[in-house]
């Protein structure tokens, strides 16, 4: 998928997009982003795209937001502290499977 109007790619090396098609979606979406960033393991700045349309598919749109460079430190049950294992736990929630899950698949 790319970013309607500049024909940027969506995904994105060290950040976190989740695509949406209504603001019932987006809200949901951005109650758990919230959370992650409230916790530090996102950056501040939440992005807000309409993404280009593709054969079969119109009016979407994305959250894309940047994993933090250093995440903080937890005790107990909080989120794990690596990239990788931040994007799955994210995953989960969004109950989507990751790029790994899908390439097993």
Known sequence: ATVAGTGERLTQPGQIAVVYSNRAE?????????????LGYIE?????LELADMQGVRGLHALRVAIAAAPPVHSGDALPDDPA???????????VPTAGAMEAA
């Open 85 to 95: 294992a931040l994007v799955r736990a994210v995953a989960e929630v969004f109950q």
């Open 44 to 48: 501040q700045e939440i992005e807000d």
């Open 26 to 38: 987006r809200e949901e979406y951005l109650q758990y982003l919230g959370y992650l960033r409230h």
